[in-house]
Structures are given as structure tokens and as C-alpha cells.
């Protein structure tokens, strides 16, 4: 989806400014765990308003269907039950997606000029017409998110429904949730609004309630409300700190102008050797010894 | 350089064959791999049909370059293993670059220089094969788990680099040792160019004679 086209933070595999002229709101969505039902109407919602219809699975015995994320399921509730407290069984179901980053590994990571752009309000979306299919991507995300599609080989994830919100929509998940456990609108005013059912649920006794926003990814645009903020596990492991991993950071940042400057120093190093030395020839001696 | 039926074989033409397809699917895999390495290379793509036919095409010519690799390791390593004479030229490497090889040891067929790049270019293919296929997304990455596919990635570009600062040493020496490059292209090299630069191999096969 090429909405939005002047306001662009980031691109990937690109090295020069991109069209950043205009200053565009922070968007984030806030998605309450503690008032989740998980009836998967945003399931619903993402594969309504994206038109897509993905394989009919096989149940395997749980709630959890489809069983994962795939190129045509960009969210997927996740259903864990925990006992925190011993006897007390607690239903903890988490709808899983892209978090959109504000510094997206998937991005990083990205080979393609453009296959990946990170708008000013800090959505994170692929564009598959540029998408090579090599899977960095999936290499670089800290939250296993993108999956490569089998039929066009092309990655896949939610865009935050980047078309509607390009249009002053909230994102179709938003729209169609029951109980409001999922809202949308500026990062800042869904912080305030955690803050408020943070302090309603410690409240309750969820003495460690809060905000899930991890700050090793420079926080997310996608955050979630969790009643046990000290245990992400729990919510079918969710990361604790996530950031991007050391290895993509060392491949994706030091790596690549360190060797490309090592390559040309070689190859330039070869040519003025060459001018400076001159070629390694036969000696005359050896030359005329075998002159007859 | 005009041929002398007194020239010297140095190469058969089964090996200068191999050495060719690996040399070809080294340039495709360097033009293709640098593609996806820095966004600067990234137009080298074209040349292979676009970034997605790069990424299609880049693991299966590294295959062959793997396997045609192996072929002339097979060919050539007992010829490479290292001797305490090319330890001292390998000492003495330096007096080598600056154009003075009057003190350097008889070389063999391959001075203690062509050998160190032997072995070395052995431990790159390895590496640059093992970690490719933990890094083909279409086959085998589903099989590895992701810190491994991170490692692979990392080194996978690291050797990368590292290889073709190598083969660009390969090449450069090469041109400049006159006389050298028509060995690979059609196998002989003169009495003299072999009593200069390789006189032990020159002994060996001349029987010490012109």
C-alpha cells in the first residue's frame, strides 16, 4: 500500500532522506488483555476488510485457530491458561500481530529499497510489490511476526490497516471489537488511557498490572494492557525486553560499510600496487637463458 | 606471448575447466550477494533479472560453486599442504609485495602465498555453504531456529566479504606476475616463467635441465 507517500520516516535499504516534508500524528493501538472475551470477531474483522480467506485448519483440541500467524492470518488470538496464583486459573488470550515498531527489526533487516516503509505515524508496512521474498525480515523481527507466502513468495503481516487510517479510519479490528479491549488513536492519548486501567486493575488486585510499550524496540504502536506487566511470558511468550537481536545489529550496521570499505581498499590497493611496484616479470637473466 | 612447444603444462584441461565454473559462479554469486548486502550494490540485482530472481538464483549457483569447489579441492590439495619452505616465504611475504623475490624460498608448483589462499578459500566455501543453507528461506530455513538463522547471516555476509577480498588478491597477483594467467587459460607457461617464479616445480619437472 503506497498511501501516505509524504510521510515517510524510514525505507528500507535506503540510504538518503526519504519524503519526509510533512509531520503526521502518532498512532498507536492499545489492546486490553483484561478485557478480551476471545471471540475473535477482529479475526474476523482483519480477514474482512484485508479480503483475505485462509486455509480452513484442523482442530488440534485448542482455542487457538488458525494455530499461528500466516501470509493470509495477520492476527491470531493466542489462548494460555495460567494459574499465577495457585488455584486460581486465569484465561489469558492475547491477539497476536505485528507491533509496528518504532525501531522495526523487519526494516533493519530488509534488503529491498523500499519493500519496507515506516510511516511518520509509525506504522510499519511491506510493500510486496518490492518484496524479494529472501526472508530478512522474519530474521530481523524480535516478535516472530512476518511469514513468506507459499503461493507468491512474498512476506506478509498486518499493516495496521494503513489504508484506513491514511483516510482517518481506525484500523478494522478496532472498529468491529465488542468489548473495546482494542481502541486506536494518538500514542499519547492510548498511554493515558493504559494508565487508567492500569490503575483500575491494580485496583482489583492486580498488584502488577501495566503497559506493555517495550522500550528496546523504542516502543511499539501496537501496546497492550497485561495484568501481569512483570510476567509476558505468560501471554503465550510474549518477550520480556525485546530488541533487536545483536546479531542483526552487528550484520545489518558495522558489517556492511566496514567490508564495502575493506573491498574497495583491496581492489584499490591491488590497482596502485601495481603502478607503484610494477609487474612481477621474468628477470632478463632467466629470459636470455632460455633464448636460443 | 608467443607459444613454444618447449612451454610446460601447468594445468589439464579438466582443470582449468573446473577452476572456470567455480570462478563463474564466484562473480555471479559476488554481484548477486552484494546485491543484497548494502543498498549500494543493491542495482546489481538487474543483472540477474531483479532483486527476486537475484534471490531465487543466488543459493543454487552458490550449490555449484560448492560442489564444483570440491572437485578441485580434491584436485589440488595435496599440492597445497604447507612446507617448512613456504613457512619462510611466508615470512619473508613482505619483501615479495615489494617487488623483491631475491631472497624468497624455491617455490614448488604453488609458492606458501597461493597455498595460505588455498586454505583459506577451503574454510570460506565451507563457511559461506554450511551457513547458506541454514539462510535459504525457500528450503531449509524452517528447519533452523532463529538465533542460528541470525549467526548464519551475520557470518554468511562476513565471509562473504571476506572471500571476495581474497579472490580479488587471487586475481590482482595473477596479473601481476606476467606470464601467469594463460596457465589457466589454455595450461602451459614458459621455461622461464617457470624457472623464475616456481624454480623447484621447474627442477622437479625439467629434471633440472632448460
Same mark, same amino acid.
Given at each position: ?292 | ?120 578459500? !577451503? ?6 555453504? !554450511? ?39 587471487? !586475481? ?39
Amino acid at each position: 500500500m503506497a498511501l501516505q507517500s509524504l510521510d515517510i520516516k524510514a525505507r528500507s535499504a535506503t540510504t538518503t532522506p526519504s519524503p519526509s516534508v510533512r509531520e503526521t500524528l502518532e498512532v498507536a493501538k492499545l489492546i486490553d488483555i483484561s478485557k478480551c472475551i476471545g471471540c475473535k470477531a477482529c479475526q474476523v474483522a482483519c480477514m474482512e476488510w484485508n479480503d483475505l480467506r485462509d486455509e480452513i485448519g484442523t482442530n488440534v483440541g485448542v482455542y487457538d485457530n488458525p494455530a499461528d500467524l500466516t501470509a493470509k492470518s495477520w492476527t491470531v488470538m493466542r489462548f494460555s491458561e495460567v494459574e499465577v496464583e495457585a488455584g486460581k486459573l486465569e484465561w489469558l488470550i492475547r491477539k497476536d500481530g505485528c507491533m509496528h515498531c518504532a525501531d522495526p527489526g523487519c526494516l533493519k533487516a530488509c534488503p529491498a529499497p523500499g519493500a519496507i516503509i515506516q510511516y511518520s505515524n509509525g506504522i510499519v508496512d511491506f510493500h510486496e510489490e518490492y518484496c524479494i521474498g529472501c526472508g530478512y525480515c522474519i530474521t530481523g523481527c524480535p516478535f516472530n511476526v512476518p511469514r513468506i507466502s507459499k503461493t507468491d513468495n512474498k512476506a506478509y503481516k498486518c499493516t495496521l490497516c494503513s489504508d484506513r487510517v491514511g483516510v482517518g479510519l481506525e484500523p478494522a479490528c478496532v472498529k468491529t471489537c465488542p468489548t473495546g479491549a482494542i481502541t486506536f488513536g494518538a500514542k499519547e492519548d492510548m498511554i493515558h488511557r493504559a494508565e487508567g486501567r492500569v490503575a483500575d486493575l491494580k485496583g482489583r488486585g492486580y498488584a502488577n498490572a501495566g503497559l506493555y510499550d517495550p522500550q528496546g524496540v523504542g516502543g511499539t504502536h501496537v501496546m497492550y494492557v497485561l495484568q501481569h506487566a512483570d510476567k509476558p511470558g505468560l501471554y503465550s511468550g510474549l518477550p520480556k525486553d525485546p530488541s533487536i537481536s545483536s546479531m542483526v545489529c552487528l550484520w545489518k550496521g558495522i558489517t556492511k560499510p566496514l567490508t564495502s570499505f575493506a573491498i574497495g581498499l583491496v581492489a584499490l590497493g591491488s590497482l596502485f600496487h601495481y603502478i607503484t611496484k610494477g609487474p612481477n616479470e621474468v628477470s632478463n637473466d632467466i629470459e636470455k637463458e632460455f633464448e636460443e | 606471448m608467443k607459444r613454444d612447444p618447449k612451454d610446460l603444462i601447468r594445468y589439464t584441461a579438466p582443470e582449468r575447466a573446473n577452476h572456470w565454473v567455480v570462478g563463474m559462479a564466484f562473480i555471479l554469486l559476488a554481484l548477486s550477494g552484494l546485491a543484497f548486502f548494502h543498498p549500494a550494490f543493491y542495482p546489481l540485482s538487474q543483472f540477474f533479472g531483479g532483486g527476486v530472481w537475484a534471490r531465487i538464483l543466488h543459493p543454487f549457483i552458490g550449490v555449484v560453486m560448492a560442489l564444483s569447489f570440491v572437485a578441485m579441492f580434491f584436485r589440488f590439495w595435496k599440492l597445497n599442504l604447507i612446507t617448512p619452505a613456504d613457512k619462510e616465504w611466508l615470512g619473508r611475504i613482505g619483501e615479495m609485495v615489494n617487488g623483491d623475490d631475491h631472497n624468497m624460498p624455491a617455490a614448488g608448483k604453488y609458492n606458501g602465498g597461493q597455498k595460505l589462499l588455498f586454505w583459506l578459500l !577451503v574454510c570460506c566455501i565451507a563457511l559461506l555453504a !554450511v551457513s547458506g543453507l541454514v539462510i535459504w528461506r525457500a528450503y531449509f530455513s524452517a528447519l533452523f531456529p532463529i538465533g542460528m538463522i541470525r549467526f548464519a547471516s551475520l557470518m554468511h555476509a562476513m565471509v562473504a566479504a571476506g572471500m571476495i577480498c581474497l579472490i580479488i588478491v587471487h !586475481v590482482y597477483a595473477a596479473i601481476w606476475t606476467r606470464g601467469t594467467i594463460r596457465a589457466m587459460l589454455y595450461g602451459t607457461v614458459s621455461r622461464a616463467w617457470a624457472k623464475q617464479h616456481h624454480s623447484a616445480w621447474f627442477r622437479q619437472i625439467t629434471g633440472g635441465g632448460k
